[in-house]
């Protein structure tokens, strides 16, 4: 059990639509990041939020919106949903600034997207 | 920029035998390496973790890993493997971003254990 939730575990859209997920980060960690994880890969980054700031993103097309709240829990934001964008889409949380803390992430159960 | 490669996509081992998962990195900054496990419809799972110090690294469920800097290698290994032990296996390397850490994931090994 990391602390990090995530809502919901299953979802399905139809492609053009949009869809919010949200995570829950552990207590204490006020940096999350997000991951795409497509069937048979490697989680993708996508992007990370630092005290409500994107702070770096991955190679997403900016219809991947997120947001972080003041008690560091976050969403992420997909319009127009496209049929590859069916993946599981993973929160992780962290501390940063700490050479030692902040090099670990706590991973979510993660959400199943499925886009029809 | 960081970059993982996982040399395996598959690795079959029997029951008992031992098993070693390689993993490769690059980066321009100094790194922290990670390898996770996934099993099917779950989230990852943190094995084990180098920041610095001993080379050799031990994590749960058995497995350890060697960190390589000249060779800029993270094997993972585990001397006798089980049934449960079957699963999908990533290794990640973190660096210093701006305000925080960027954590950079291989595309993973599955590792399969037949009776």
């Known amino acids: 059990e990391t602390g990090v939730t995530q809502s919901p575990t299953h979802l399905i859209k139809t492609r053009g639509q949009q869809v919010t997920l949200r995570c829950s980060s552990q207590?204490?960690?006020?940096?999350v990041s997000w991951y795409q994880q497509a069937l048979g890969q490697g989680p993708q980054f996508i992007f990370q939020y630092y005290r409500e700031e994107e702070n770096g993103r991955g190679n997403f097309p900016p219809r991947f919106s997120g947001l972080q709240f003041p008690n560091y829990s976050s969403e992420l934001n997909v319009n127009a949903l496209e049929l590859d964008d069916s993946a599981l889409y993973l929160c992780a949380s962290s501390v940063p600034g700490q050479p030692i803390t902040g090099t670990e992430a706590f991973f979510g159960q993660g959400t199943r997207l499925t886009v029809v | 920029a960081q970059s993982v490669t996982q040399l395996d996509s598959q690795v079959p081992v029997f029951e008992e035998a031992p098993v070693e998962l390689r993993c490769n990195y690059s980066?321009?900054?100094?790194?922290?390496l990670f390898w996770y496990v996934q099993y099917p419809n779950q989230g990852l799972q943190l094995l084990l973790k180098y920041l610095s110090g001993s080379t050799l690294v031990k994590g749960i469920n058995g497995f350890e890993a060697e960190f390589n800097k000249s060779q800029t290698s993270f094997h993972l290994r585990k001397p006798s493997v089980h049934i449960s032990d079957t699963a999908e296996y990533f290794c990640a390397v973190s660096a210093r971003n701006t305000g925080g850490f960027k954590t950079i994931f291989g595309a993973g090994t599955r590792l399969f254990v037949k009776a």
């Open positions: 207590s204490g960690h006020n940096t």
């Open positions: 980066s321009s900054v100094s790194v922290y």
